[in-house]
């Protein structure tokens, strides 16, 4: 390990190495067998064909059908999904979660690589725990894994982490997640530190003495039920604070979990700006409001919390104009017990990787077209971090997923991958179901 007293030197690791497979986001491909899935469709087509990829390598369209042979039964195939925004649980809170169950409920929701953040125990914010998950993780055949580092030692807001060296073991981006970055010069220095190694910092935008001990949205149902709120000036003042920051550094930032009007409208000034600040809005956002707790029932509790019809149509807003750069789950499971607490004491959070794109895809797949959904969970996610665009070309990765537009399936909690078997929308009838998810030219998930 190198020198403590060199805390954000650059390492010279890979140099010297002999050539590697092609890569997406800096995991590198392993060799494959050939895989041939038929009876597909391109996004928007009707017209049936066949790809073939070979060593984790898309091949070619089209071509005769070699080694094993799949039939997509009339799917539409898109490269995989990528979540920028997923807690995994693992190392230390493994009774909620853990890479094996993540990463099979990722891959069973159409994801090829995900972003897990860094609030575990111990905090991600050691190179050795890095490069742990990432051996983990490949051993497992499922979604690819690229850890968040933290971008504080113990996510505990006061010294930088070793950022060099953990981005020298694999970490993806910097966030303290779970925590709001509440000394500004910090956050200001880590943002520094990162544009330095052209990396991200992500930031939960909340002001923790405006948010306070607030469990709902501050509003109307918090008044009628008696419960202490967390206003939308919570989120807009720590917003408009970071981008002054990103003014004054030029570094990129990126919002997570976006939720209330008014911070999309800050963060549609900056861009105005030509400020390097993007941002992410969850589904759950989108398709639930702070009415869902006047039912008392803590599966609705989230950080930041669920606000008003009006913000969540903002919200989708700022998905068709472009304000909103990509869409992100915030996976939270938590054990049942958790959850069945009161509002004032259980967890915030809700797990429902697996139902992103049937969710988006039959409530707002009509508003948003299937090209711009895609885009959103698909090239944005990579944008974001500055890695290759996904495609379905010839010499890319294959890293590909078969979705069902058509068919209708009632969500069934019992049948997630996911550890955390419950969810806000257990009974409903959705659409654009995952069948087959392929990562590095493996199957990861198929339907049964």
């Known amino acids: 390990?190198?020198?403590?007293?060199?805390?954000?030197?650059?390492?010279?690791?890979?140099?010297?190495?002999?050539?590697?497979?092609?890569?997406?986001?800096?995991?590198?491909?392993?060799?494959?067998?050939?895989?041939?899935?038929?009876?597909?469709?391109?996004?928007?087509?009707?017209?049936?064909?066949?790809?073939?990829?070979?060593?984790?390598?898309?091949?070619?369209?089209?071509?005769?059908?070699?080694?094993?042979?799949i039939d997509g039964q009339g799917g539409t195939l898109a490269p995989a999904l990528t979540e920028l925004h997923a807690h995994l649980r693992e190392p230390g809170q493994t009774e909620k979660e853990d890479l094996a169950s993540g990463l099979a409920a990722a891959a069973a929701g159409g994801y090829g690589t995900v972003v897990s953040m860094p609030n575990t125990s111990p905090v991600v914010d050691d190179p050795a725990i890095v490069r742990a998950l990432i051996e983990k993780a490949e051993g497992l055949g499922f979604a690819r894994l690229k850890p968040a580092a933290a971008l504080t030692k113990g996510q505990k807001g006061e010294q930088l982490a070793e950022l060099a060296f953990l981005k020298d073991a694999g970490a993806a981006m910097f966030t303290d997640d779970g925590r709001t970055n509440e000394n500004a010069r910090v956050l200001r220095l880590g943002l520094e530190y990162a544009h330095s190694l052209g990396m991200v910092i992500s930031v939960h935008a909340e002001d923790a003495t405006l948010r306070a001990d607030g469990v709902i949205n501050e509003g109307p149902v918090s008044e009628a039920l008696g419960l202490p709120g967390n206003p939308a000036a919570a989120e807009a003042a720590r917003v408009a604070r970071d981008i002054e920051i990103v003014a004054q550094t030029g570094a990129r930032l990126h919002v997570q979990h976006l939720s209330t009007a008014r911070a999309l409208d800050l963060v549609r000034e900056a861009k105005?700006?030509?400020?390097?600040?993007?941002?992410?809005?969850?589904?759950?956002?989108?398709?639930?409001?702070?009415?869902?707790?006047?039912?008392?029932?803590?599966?609705?509790?989230?950080?930041?919390?669920?606000?008003?019809?009006?913000?969540?149509?903002?919200?989708?807003?700022?998905?068709?104009?472009?304000?909103?750069?990509?869409?992100?789950?915030?996976?939270?499971?938590?054990?049942?017990?958790?959850?069945?607490?009161?509002?004032?004491?259980?967890?915030?959070?809700?797990?429902?990787?697996?139902?992103?794109?049937?969710?988006?895809?039959?409530?707002?797949?009509?508003?948003?077209?299937?090209?711009?959904?895609?885009d959103l969970m698909t090239q944005a996610p990579a944008r974001v971090m500055g890695w290759p665009e996904p495609t379905l070309e010839a010499g890319t990765p294959a890293d590909l997923v078969v979705l069902d537009l058509q068919t209708q399936r009632t969500v069934n909690p019992a049948e997630f991958k996911s550890k955390a078997r419950f969810s806000p929308w257990a009974g409903e009838m959705l659409r654009g179901w995952p069948t087959l998810t392929v990562v590095n030219g493996r199957v990861a998930y198929r339907r049964e």
């Open 1 to 69: 390990m190198p020198p403590p007293s060199l805390p954000f030197a650059s390492s010279a690791a890979g140099q010297g190495e002999g050539p590697k497979s092609q890569s997406f986001g800096g995991i590198e491909g392993t060799e494959m067998t050939q895989l041939t899935i038929t009876n597909i469709k391109r996004p928007g087509s009707d017209q049936p064909e066949s790809i073939t990829v070979e060593h984790g390598v898309i091949k070619g369209w089209n071509l005769p059908h070699e080694g094993e042979v």
């Open 272 to 374: 105005k700006r030509g400020l390097p600040v993007t941002c992410e809005v969850c589904p759950h956002h989108l398709t639930l409001t702070d009415e869902a707790l006047r039912s008392f029932d803590a599966i609705y509790k989230v950080a930041p919390p669920l606000r008003t019809q009006a913000d969540a149509q903002h919200l989708l807003a700022g998905l068709l104009d472009g304000t909103v750069d990509c869409l992100a789950t915030d996976h939270a499971p938590h054990t049942r017990a958790e959850k069945e607490r009161d509002l004032l004491d259980a967890p915030f959070g809700i797990a429902y990787i697996e139902l992103a794109f049937p969710l988006m895809w039959t409530r707002f797949g009509e508003q948003l077209g299937l090209e711009k959904l895609l």
